[in-house]
Nanobody, 135 residues
Framework: QVQLVESGGGSVQSGGSLKLSCAVS??????????MGWFRQAPGKDREAVAA???????STAESVKGRFTISRDNTGNTLYLQMNSLEPDDTAMYYC???????????????????????????WGNGTLVAISS
C-alpha cells in the first residue's frame, strides 16, 4: 500500500525559508512514471496546485510561487522535496504531497492553475504538514 508522509512544516517569519519533505513507501512511484506534486490549502480557501514533477522528470511551478519555491526529489525517488524561500504570510496553509499514475497530470494541474477538490483528484495523498508565516 502506498503511503505519503509529509514533514518539515512549521512557523517562521516573513522572508524565512522552510524545506518540506514527502517520504514515499509501498511502491517505487518514480520508476512507475507516476507524477508527484505539492498542493496547499489555506484556511477558507480551495486547495491549489503549487509545484509538480511529472513522470519524465520535468517540473512545473505555480506563478504565485515561481522564483521562491523549488520542487525536487532525491536520487532514489523515494523522497519529494519543496524548498520554500522568501516566505510570505499568504503562503500560510496546509501543504500536501500527492501522486498520480498519469505521468503528466501533476504538471498540467499546476500550469492550468487548477484548484478545488473536484479538480485535484489524485491517486494518493499525504496527510499534510502545516506551514504558518507571520508578518
Amino acid at each position: 500500500q502506498v503511503q505519503l508522509v509529509e514533514s518539515g512544516g512549521g512557523s517562521v517569519q516573513s522572508g524565512g525559508s522552510l524545506k518540506l519533505s514527502c517520504a514515499v513507501s509501498g511502491r517505487d512511484l518514480f520508476s512507475s512514471r507516476y507524477c508527484m506534486g505539492w498542493f496547499r490549502q489555506a484556511p477558507g480557501k480551495d486547495r491549489e496546485a503549487v509545484a509538480a514533477i511529472d513522470g519524465d522528470g520535468s517540473t512545473s511551478t505555480a506563478e504565485s510561487v515561481k522564483g521562491r519555491f523549488t520542487i525536487s526529489r532525491d536520487n532514489t525517488g523515494n523522497t519529494l522535496y519543496l524548498q520554500m524561500n522568501s516566505l510570505e504570510p499568504d503562503d500560510t496553509a496546509m501543504y500536501y504531497c500527492a501522486a498520480d499514475h498519469l505521468p503528466y497530470r501533476c504538471g498540467f494541474l499546476v500550469r492550468s492553475g487548477s484548484s478545488g477538490s473536484s479538480a485535484l483528484v489524485m491517486d494518493y495523498w499525504g496527510n499534510g504538514t502545516l506551514v504558518a508565516i507571520s508578518s
